[in-house]
């Protein structure tokens, strides 16, 4: 785990002259300059004694052998066997590689039988580690400027170092500023800062500067009564599927009747885990757990006190109810909504909380020691630094890409990268707004140019994105229009969210079904999408009207926020039942997705990703928008 201790300062306050950059071998130029978002306002000078902690991104060494492996060891072939869920996937594989060198040709092959030969956490951190030049530069530069006292990253690829803001502002040769968001978030920031020239090529990213990223969570708000139902809903003629699935309340039974994971039992427990992530200040709360489970899992009801919460940079942990206050904010709607989903479809496979600090709402004035707000950063940093990982780990947050600056998505999502090559699923929902909020669908460039939003973390092509279904025979892109409800309440426009990347080219494995994809578009919505960008979503499942407890009270809750973790959740099973047959867990999902698992899929070919005023990308055949898994009753082939 990272110690964070606090700078020592005295050196740079005896030399500082405010607005000067700090002794430098070259002079300083501009390293990065990024917009300030939509919706938010500059406030005001922030104050020299607020405490940020600069997280300093160091290049890579060796990135481009370990996205090789992770690409090349992570396309083999899964047979399709007689277990549920979805099909157990038997994997081929042989013994662990022992050399980093190995990663040639041999595992390119589809049907290879080096499958899942994942990364040990030395082998990851070698290949990713700086070069001795970069870190001595580095550490040249901080130390001749007073900054002594670090705190590094697993491989060192990140320096952290805590400093007030005058000191960072002389350090990056910047002004901070006070900006404030429409719903009140408070953020210190700046739009441009610079580095000594000899240090550009170096250092990729430093935060927080200029990333307004707010990890917003992906759900739409708690129907408590009747929830929408469209128009015509025609109820699954499936005699098995209608007993157990009511499209006004999705329970877990339906989920595992659904998907063919009923009477399945995990028998890789000391081995098998998945975890999920809070942000926020969001906490599983587990007397709520423990109620719905009673409710929908009574065999279950004993793992709601079980999960161990883990507590990083600060991030809240509670094993009791909400209190009175807690309610009256709204907290843990999300986080509820997570464990709910993973525990009614995956139990007894252990699982894991991880609640990360250093999150908007920031109020800087409050008297806080240390603002980061860069909650991925800090999160993926410390699971690295774990020896033992869940082999899936669900998020279901994200917010505009443009809302962050391209090095730092580039990097953050480099640090996924590490963690699918060692053997780790990770699942990012793909947003609640289509192709971006109606009437916000603008650039972030100074140009106001009217385009579609895509997501970050969900533009990564390292991770597998779910996007959300709706209804059961067929499933359709989950949608609902603006409405009121009995009480007066509005419910915004909320469909699934799918897009394509203006940071993320198309990953290769995306080579053989994206560019037809976008042909069939026949030119639709050109110029409102980068037609060569990472697109997704990868997978979907089930995402409206989830059942669930909040506060003691059933209610339903929808959104990319439920079919991740119920997505996440059905992979753990299939994840069980390889490592109980001695194979491999699936790691890094898309290079066989794409290239051999899609064939286990059911395509879904109704509905679109509405947005911008428009319909959006819509479902079709191939990619499409939402490859679903498997349906109940369905008997494919091999893939």
Request: with cysteine; glycine share 8%.
């Amino acid at each position: 785990m990272l110690s964070y201790a606090t700078c020592l300062l005295a050196a740079v306050v005896a030399q500082a002259v405010a607005g000067t950059p700090l002794h430098s071998r070259t002079p300083y130029a501009v390293k990065e300059t990024h917009y300030v978002p939509q919706k938010w306002t500059r406030i005001g000078e922030a104050a020299g004694d607020h405490m940020i902690q600069l997280q300093i991104g160091l290049k890579q060494s060796h990135f481009d052998e370990l996205e090789r492996h992770l690409y090349e060891g992570n396309t083999q072939s899964l047979s399709v066997g007689n277990m549920s869920p979805t099909r157990k996937k038997e994997v081929n594989c042989c013994d662990q590689v022992s050399e980093r060198s190995a990663f040639a040709a041999e595992v390119s092959d589809p049907d290879h039988n080096r499958y899942g030969q994942h990364l040990s956490d030395k082998e990851v951190n070698n290949l990713v580690k700086p070069t001795a030049e970069a870190l001595d530069l580095v550490h040249e530069w901080l130390s001749e400027n007073g900054l002594e006292t670090l705190s590094y990253s697993p491989a060192k690829d990140w320096i952290h170092v805590n400093v007030s803001v005058e000191t960072a502002g002389m350090l990056l040769d910047t002004k901070y500023s006070v900006f404030e968001h429409e719903d009140g978030t408070r953020l210190v920031r700046t739009s441009q800062w610079s580095l000594p020239l000899h240090l550009h090529e170096h250092v990729d990213a430093i935060q927080p500067t200029t990333s307004f990223l707010r990890s917003l969570a992906q759900r739409s708000t708690i129907v408590q009564g009747s929830p929408w139902v469209p128009p015509g809903y025609i109820p699954p003629s499936n005699a098995t599927i209608a007993k157990v699935c009511n499209i006004s309340s999705v329970t877990p039974e339906c989920f595992m009747t659904l998907y063919s994971t009923r009477g399945y039992i995990p028998r890789a427990i000391g081995v098998n885990k998945i975890g999920f992530n809070n942000y926020l200040g969001e906490i599983p709360i587990r007397p709520d757990l423990a109620k719905f489970l009673g409710t929908y899992r009574p065999d279950a009801v004993a793992a709601a006190y079980e999960f161990p919460q883990y507590s990083i940079a600060g991030g809240p942990t509670q094993d009791g109810p909400l209190t009175a206050e807690q309610a009256e904010s709204g907290i843990s709607e999300e986080a509820n909504l997570d464990v709910q989903a993973i525990t009614g479809i995956s139990s007894p496979t252990p699982v894991f909380s991880y609640s990360t600090g250093g999150s908007p709402p920031y109020i800087p004035d409050l008297g806080t020691t240390s603002d980061t707000n860069e909650p991925y950063l800090v999160w993926v940093n410390w699971i690295l630094n774990q020896s033992v990982i869940p082999q899936v780990i669900s998020t279901s947050y994200s917010d505009e890409e443009q809302t962050v600056p391209r090095s730092y998505a580039e990097r953050v999502c480099k640090q996924f990268a590490q963690l699918g090559a060692r053997g780790t699923s990770l699942l990012f929902g793909s947003g609640d707004y289509g192709v971006g909020v109606n009437n916000t669908c603008v650039s972030n460039d100074g140009k106001n140019t009217t385009m579609f939003l895509p997501n970050f973390p969900s533009s990564c092509p390292y991770v597998t994105v779910v996007g959300a279904t709706h209804q059961f025979e067929p499933e359709v892109v989950a949608y609902r229009p603006s409405r009121y409800d009995a009480s007066g309440k509005l419910h915004y426009l909320w469909t699934t969210g799918g897009g394509f990347s203006n940071y993320f080219p198309r990953p290769k494995y995306q080579d053989q079904v994206v560019p037809a994809y976008v042909a069939n578009l026949k030119g639709a919505y050109a110029g409102l999408y980068n037609t060569s960008g990472r697109a997704y979503p990868d997978l979907a499942a089930q995402g409206q009207n989830f059942a669930f407890v909040w506060n003691g009270t059933f209610a339903t809750i929808s959104g990319t926020s439920a079919s991740t973790p119920l997505m996440a959740g059905i992979l753990a099973l299939v994840n069980d039942a390889l490592l109980a047959g001695g194979k491999p867990s699936l790691g890094f999902l898309n290079p066989w997705l794409y290239s051999k698992g899609h064939k286990g899929f059911t395509d879904i070919l109704s509905g679109s990703a509405r947005g911008c005023g428009v319909d959006g990308f819509p479902a079709t055949e191939g990619w499409g928008e939402l490859p679903n898994l498997p349906r109940q009753g369905e008997r494919r082939g091999r893939p």
